[in-house]
């Protein structure tokens, strides 16, 4: 199985800095890693995804970092705008089946 | 191209009815997931359905069951409701066999808010 969890349930950042947030997870075959945004009332959408076999992988103002040593996964948001604050979480590829961390709340100070 | 759609958005049940959840994928999708999300669980996965066939399957009671038709169109249907089974439910489809082992993305939809009194 897998076991995923996010290192902070809440995150406040001010309008233009940057955000960061974290996923880990438990099993080293765990192979694809998706990052997706969730806001009030919709469902999850994509945001970006990144393979076993890279470590790094950028979109618009987006970017993720793996680090398979330490099993970790991480956000990051550029430039961080008030669109940007809803709940985020990582769905952890493993095997035939995702897992998903509980999120974070991020919310964007003005 | 329309998105995956999920109906109705809102439900509200009362202990021991059952309920049926509809979802259809974006087009040419074949494989619908069900998730149930909760506030303290996240989101958990209750099964996975392909050309028909369920092909995975969470850790959820017999309560629980899905089924998908010759178009993708996939329907869940919970028996028997029980006050913890209030949750908002989640389909995702995606493109081709098996998501994770394609490496394939999941799009979800909005979700059925279901509530049981």
């Known amino acids: ?110 | 191209k329309a998105g995956v759609t999920q109906t109705p958005r809102y439900l509200i049940k009362t202990r021991g009815q059952q309920v049926t959840l509809s979802c259809s994928p974006i087009s040419g999708h074949r494989s619908v997931s069900w998730y149930q999300q909760t506030p303290g669980q996240g989101l958990q996965f209750l099964f996975e359905y392909f050309s028909e066939t369920q092909r995975n399957k969470g850790n959820f009671p017999g309560r629980f069951s899905g089924r998908q038709f010759s178009n993708s169109r996939s329907e869940m249907n919970v028996s028997t409701l029980e006050l913890g089974d209030s949750a908002l439910y989640l389909c995702a489809s995606s493109l081709e066999a098996g998501s994770v082992l394609a490496n394939e993305k999941l799009f979800f939809g909005s979700g059925t808010q279901l509530s049981v009194l």
């Not at chain 1, 406040?12 to 969730?38: L, P």
């Not at chain 1, 948001?77 to 940007?84: K, L, V």
């Not at chain 1, 089946?97 to 003005?110: A, D, E, H, R, W």
């Open chain 1, 1 to 110: 199985g897998e076991s995923v969890g996010l290192h902070l349930p809440t995150l406040s950042v001010q309008e233009g800095d940057n955000s960061i947030i974290n996923c880990a997870y438990s099993n080293s075959a765990s192979d694809y890693f998706i990052w997706y945004k969730q806001e009030s009332g919709k469902g999850p959408q994509f945001i970006i995804d990144i393979r076993s076999n890279m470590d790094k992988r950028q979109g618009q103002r987006v970017t993720v970092l793996l680090n398979k040593t330490v099993k970790h996964l991480s956000l990051q948001i550029a430039a961080t705008q008030p669109g940007d604050s809803a709940v985020y979480f990582c769905a952890v590829g493993t095997g035939n089946q995702f897992y998903f961390g509980t999120g974070t709340s991020l919310t964007v100070i003005p």
